[in-house]
């Protein structure tokens, strides 16, 4: 299973990010998907989270409001949009896969990993 992350960059404060997690040896459609994030000197956070039944999403308080996780099946790709960023919201965003429907706002419940794209807001 290889997860492949994108879409980090620069932006300014209030402005919007699209993350891809483009997957393979693994479908989508058939296991949790969710991104975390690690900012310097911080833990590893729960971000957001789609489930594979029936497509649940859930979302850490921090960015519920302004985020939205979504996949397409077709493309084997989970996506996370980002708008009204934030300077905290700087961090290294990662993507990871669960056969888990319960516990999925943790790390551990996680078995692929991909390598993190590097999302920076200025402020």
């Known amino acids: 299973v290889q997860l492949q992350a994108s879409g980090g960059g620069l932006v300014q404060a209030g402005g919007s990010l699209r993350l891809s997690c483009a997957a393979s040896g693994r479908a989508v459609s058939s296991y949790t998907m969710g991104w975390f994030r690690q900012a310097p000197g911080k833990e590893r956070e729960f971000v957001a989270a789609?489930?594979?039944?029936?497509?649940?999403?859930y979302y850490a308080d921090s960015v519920k409001g302004r985020f939205t996780i979504s996949r397409d099946n077709a493309q084997n790709t989970v996506y996370l949009q980002m708008n009204s960023l934030k300077a905290e919201d700087t961090a290294v965003y990662s993507c990871a896969t669960s056969p888990y429907l319960v516990g999925i706002t943790t790390t551990g419940k996680y078995d692929y990993w991909g390598q993190g794209t590097l999302v920076t807001v200025s402020s």
């Open positions: 789609i489930t594979w039944n029936l497509g649940s999403t």
